[in-house]
């Protein structure tokens, strides 16, 4: 079945320059192999679409049950360079837990 990833994780994001870093932490460890199967990078930078104009890199943390991600050139020049409403790519987290994900019954 289908659920928004924010059913199972919560999220945490930031940046430095132009990248936006965001985590992904599973509610329960249980979750963590959804996350890994799920969310990869190229469904990030699919979701995200023409915000991230660089690529996507996954760091996997099984200790924690959590994934991080760097969005390359996603936050239009970060900072002080940048025209955007959120150059700090602070909403970037919460817009990524609405990603759809699948899971069985089974795995929740």
Known sequence: MKIPLSQIAHARSG???????????A?????????VREVTP?????????????SVERF????LAA???????????GGTLSLRIDAQGKTLGAGL?????????SEL
């Open 15 to 25: 940046d430095k320059g132009d990248t936006a870093n965001v985590g992904i932490i």
């Open 27 to 35: 509610y329960q460890d249980k979750h963590y192999p959804i996350l």
């Open 42 to 54: 190229e469904r990030v930078k699919a979701h995200f679409g023409p915000l991230v104009l660089g």
């Open 60 to 63: 996997e943390l099984p200790n």
């Open 67 to 77: 994934l991080n991600f760097l969005l390359h050139e996603s936050l239009g020049g």
């Open 97 to 105: 837990l609405a990603l759809e994900i699948e899971a069985s019954e």
